[in-house]
Structures are given as structure tokens and as C-alpha cells.
């Protein structure tokens, strides 16, 4: 017979059965649902907002003449309206070139992906079309597709020096030769906007008392080509 002190309760002993929720495990659970609920709220609200710049073409253009997405991307207004800024593509971009947009591109164009060639350069590997959730950035023939166009700047050092001839050494395509006065001429038929020379263009570090970010080549996008052909401002 076991014994026991009088007015002792056994399964004061024993392990508790039930545990008694707690203030504190019921403000973790609203705690997720508020943050679940928030999140679910600001991706709606980017695809408003990105629905919304649709019908702004000035705006558009003006963009499309001064960044470079990432090839395989959607016409302007609808890249918007699709893109989820979830930084997929800047994540799995193994040479390192897709950048973000910043406040400086308005609030509907913030962090969206955008090829920065001080970066990195572009390989057109379709990495970033493979992992895009919403087809903002499609797939595209490797060989054929183009996203801009290398032109000099007044930068150049082999403008005034014929002592540089980086760009022509590192362009992958050969789409760089040098004439008869050891100045660089990119081939339109042969470049595809791929942004190594402008990556490697020493200007900046030979020049930098001058001011500036600007190299002595960069890849310019087609809009703002065309613009510059029509009269306007590159």
C-alpha cells in the first residue's frame, strides 16, 4: 500500500495534462496572421500599381530610353504589371549584372530588376527567365536576342590617346575592332548590348580626376538609339 501524507493529491506528482494557452502564444498566432495578411496586401497593391503605369506611354518611354531590363523581359507597362519585385532573377544572376531600381525611377518602377553593366555583364544564360514566377521576364533564343547597343563616350581614352584597346580585347562576339586610328568601332549587326566592354572599360580608373560615373563605352537601349537617330537626346 503506498503512502501518502495526508491531504496530498497524487497527480500533484505527475506531469500536467493540458498546458493552458498562454497571452503570449495567441499574440504569435495574430502576430502571423497580421504579417500574412499585410504581405498578401502589398503584392496586391504592386500589381495595382503597376497596372496603373500601363497607360502612362510617355513615362514608359522615357524609362526605356535610359535602362536596360533584362533580356526576354515584357513590353514596358506590361513588365510592370507583372513584375512582383521578388528579386528572383537578381538572386539567381550568377554574373552578377541585374541591379534594382531605386526612388529615383518613380514608386511604380521601384525594385524592379534593371541591367547595371558596372556590375557584371550579361551572358544571356535565361536563368533569370526561369525562375520569374509571373512571365515578366520570358524566355528567349540565346543567339539571336539583343538588349541594346555598346556606343562610344567622349570618355574614351583611345578618343584622344590610341592607348586603350580593352573593349576590343574582352568583347566575346568580336563585335569590336579598331581602325586605322586604333579607335574603336562596335559592329550593330554583331553586338548584342552583352555589356562587357562597358564593365571592363578602364576610363573611370585612368580618368578619375574628371567627373562623372559615365565609362568611355556603354550599352545604350535601343529606345534611346532610336531617339537619338529621330533628333532626340540619347
Known amino acids: 500500500m503506498t503512502n501518502m501524507k495526508p491531504g496530498t493529491d497524487a497527480r500533484a506528482d505527475g506531469p500536467s495534462r493540458t498546458q493552458p494557452t498562454t497571452d503570449a502564444s495567441v499574440d504569435v498566432g495574430r502576430r502571423r496572421v497580421l504579417e500574412g495578411t499585410a504581405a498578401v496586401t502589398g503584392v496586391a497593391a504592386l500589381f495595382a500599381l503597376g497596372a496603373a503605369a500601363g497607360s502612362d506611354h510617355a513615362e514608359d518611354l522615357d524609362f526605356s530610353k535610359r535602362a536596360v531590363r533584362p533580356p526576354g523581359s515584357a513590353e514596358e507597362s506590361e513588365f510592370l504589371a507583372r513584375c512582383l519585385r521578388c528579386d528572383r532573377c537578381r538572386s539567381v544572376c550568377h554574373t552578377s549584372v541585374i541591379g534594382m531600381t531605386d526612388w529615383s525611377d518613380g514608386l511604380v518602377r521601384l525594385r524592379t530588376p534593371v541591367l547595371d553593366f558596372r556590375l557584371g555583364h550579361c551572358d544571356f544564360c535565361g536563368l533569370c527567365a526561369r525562375v520569374c514566377p509571373t ?20 570618355r574614351c581614352i583611345a578618343l584622344r590617346t590610341a592607348a586603350c584597346r580593352v573593349c576590343e580585347e574582352k568583347c566575346p562576339y568580336d563585335a569590336v575592332t579598331l581602325d586605322e586610328h586604333k579607335v574603336p568601332v562596335i559592329d550593330p549587326e554583331i553586338c548584342n548590348g552583352c555589356g562587357l566592354c562597358e564593365n571592363v572599360c578602364p576610363a573611370n580608373v585612368f580618368q578619375s580626376y574628371r567627373t562623372g560615373v559615365e565609362r568611355g ?3 545604350r537601349p535601343f529606345a534611346a538609339l532610336e531617339a537619338r537617330d529621330k533628333g532626340g537626346a540619347a
Open 135 to 154: 512571365g515578366a521576364i520570358l524566355p528567349f533564343p540565346k543567339e539571336t536576342t539583343k538588349v541594346g547597343l555598346a556606343v562610344l563616350t567622349e
Open 217 to 219: 563605352i556603354v550599352v
